[in-house]
């Protein structure tokens, strides 16, 4: 797999490795192996979930990528880049949780990042109300996060990844905690924004029917210590939306990441 | 039933103590005058209200020594209180090695160091040092635990896009603590009320004082009930308007996003 090895230059072009994992591990100081061994590569513009039981260590796999873990052996890359070295605004997360300061409004939420790195007052509130308008938040900006409901938190939440302009999506299972008809919502605008900008999207969830609906290839793992037992490609309609969450193709996406998914979880229990 | 929302409701929430306080004092009154009872026994409330007019120019300017020293008291409390949590949460060797003196200073009764303060310290800064020891702790601690109860995802944000130690700390941890900080100020502005009484009585048989509470003793040693009293309730009242000041502070800083501040609107 030479092209893990390319240089940064050849890794920004659609087809090159935006993240890859080789051999990571991750056992915690008491001794509970929480992941891998794990190879995972995942090319510039593309849209992965990673979709395993829970407990299986997909959220430490996530937060190894963005660097809040260190794994216990093996190399991360993220952009052609080792951890240490690579550009703060290269990687937007969202949590399982909004994760807002609810002392700040909607405005300054998403504005922290640029805040953070000190970047001018005129181009950052340009930058804000871009990202605002990208998720559909304009007219809530100057709102606390409490007087918004679950989705729009969420929303508040995507607008302050996406105000970096960062390369890769992080996503843990981000509408975990939403009813049905909001998540649907949230999947489709989701999709939008990600045939828009084309960002690459790593995307945690243990919903089937998630994965399959919003990834290019979904990956199984298996229970913990999680690995990654098969990468399944989702070929199916472009664009996505509400028609394809009926179809009989998608049906049959499902019935066969279903049952892999169960495979999985099965041949990781003895453990 | 909430009492929010409900006028009524709220009304006798305020209304219910008033009366409840009119029929006390009214009976207090009546108990007196029927069984003629003297003064130096128990005074009629408006004999104390009439001792309170009387003895106002005395009393009030006793009034704002007291409140002086429990002001110093109070801010060197909280700078100090917010100032060591955030060294503490900065140095985990710093934690260590003050903390236990923390906590002997707040477990040994402050009316057993005052004399020993008043020995070695001049007056005004030993009386003032008494109100600091009583409201220095409940800062300290609950600046600590708001330091400790951030949120861990926002932590990892914060990391994430590379803030720095002090940008960490005024954009996340202080904003965040805010709640259990107002929370121990709060406290505090009682306590330090009560410090500078402890310290003004311990002060009050070397004679030099002349806050309320040194009023209280030297009008107790001259069987001057009423007086006593006057100057009893002008304590009383300096408590609940420092604890109400200290409420609509916490609650005007706090309204925007903090749940305790919510159930009180709509």
């Known amino acids: ?271 | 039933m909430t009492a929010r929302g409900t006028s009524p409701g709220k009304y006798l929430k305020f209304v219910l103590p008033l009366l409840a306080l009119a029929a006390g004092v009214a009976v207090w009154e009546a108990l007196v005058r029927i069984n003629s009872l003297p003064v130096y026994v128990l005074p009629a409330p408006s004999v104390v209200f009439a001792t309170l007019v009387q003895d106002w120019p005395l009393l009030f300017g006793s009034l704002l020594t007291t409140l002086s020293t429990t002001v110093q008291g109070f801010v060197a409390a909280a700078v100090g209180g917010i100032a060591l949590a955030v060294l503490f949460s900065r140095s985990k060797w710093l934690e260590y090695a003050l903390l236990p003196y923390a906590i002997i200073l707040q477990v040994t009764p402050v009316i057993a160091i005052a004399p020993l303060l008043l020995i070695y310290l001049p007056q005004h800064v030993a009386v003032v040092a008494c109100a600091w020891i009583v409201a220095f702790f409940p800062v300290l601690s609950n600046t600590t635990l708001g330091l400790n109860s951030v949120d861990r995802n926002l932590l990892g944000l914060f990391e994430l896009y590379g803030a720095s130690r002090t940008q960490t700390l005024y954009r996340l941890k202080l904003p965040s603590a805010l709640p259990h900080i107002l929370g121990g100020l709060r406290i505090a502005g009682g306590l330090s009320l009560i410090g500078a009484v402890v310290a003004e009585i311990a002060a009050g048989s070397a004679g030099a004082g002349s806050g309320l509470a040194y009023r209280i003793a030297e009008a107790g040693y001259r069987l001057n009930i009423p007086r006593m009293f006057a100057a009893l309730l002008l304590l009383s009242i300096a408590g609940i308007v420092i604890y109400l000041g200290l409420s609509l502070a916490s609650y005007l800083v706090l309204r925007r996003w903090h749940e305790s501040a919510l159930g009180k609107e709509s």
């Open chain 1, 1 to 271: 797999m030479t092209i893990l090895e390319a240089d940064d230059a050849r890794d920004r072009l659609p087809g090159g490795a935006a993240v890859s994992l080789r051999d990571v591990t991750k056992t915690y100081d008491n001794g509970v192996a929480a992941l891998g061994p794990l190879d995972l590569a995942v090319r510039t513009g593309e849209f992965v979930s990673l979709l395993g039981p829970s407990g299986c260590g997909k959220s430490t796999a996530l937060r190894i990528i963005a660097g809040l873990n260190e794994p216990t052996t093996g190399s991360v890359q993220v952009a052609g880049r080792g951890v240490q070295n690579r550009s703060r605004h290269t990687i937007g997360f969202v949590f399982q949780e909004p994760t807002l300061m609810p002392w700040a409004t909607v405005r300054a939420n998403v504005q922290l990042p640029l805040d953070l790195a000190h970047i001018p007052h005129n181009e950052s509130v340009a930058r804000v109300n871009q990202a605002l308008a990208q998720v559909g938040l304009t007219e809530f900006a100057d709102v606390y996060p409490r007087e918004l409901s679950g989705g729009m938190k969420m929303r508040v939440s995507l607008a302050r990844a996406l105000v970096t302009d960062p390369d890769i999506l992080l996503m843990d299972e981000p509408f975990a905690a939403l009813d049905e008809i909001t998540r649907f919502k949230l999947n489709n605008d989701l999709l939008t924004l990600w045939r828009k900008l084309r960002k690459t999207v790593v995307f945690v969830t243990h919903s089937v029917f998630e994965s399959v609906y919003l990834s290019q290839r979904v990956l199984i793992m298996t229970s913990r210590p999680g690995r990654i037992v098969r990468d399944i490609r989702i070929d199916a309609m472009e664009p996505r939306n509400e028609e394809f969450r009926t179809s009989p193709e998608y049906a049959a996406h499902c019935r066969e990441v279903s049952a892999s998914l169960a495979k999985a979880s099965n041949a990781g229990t003895s453990g």
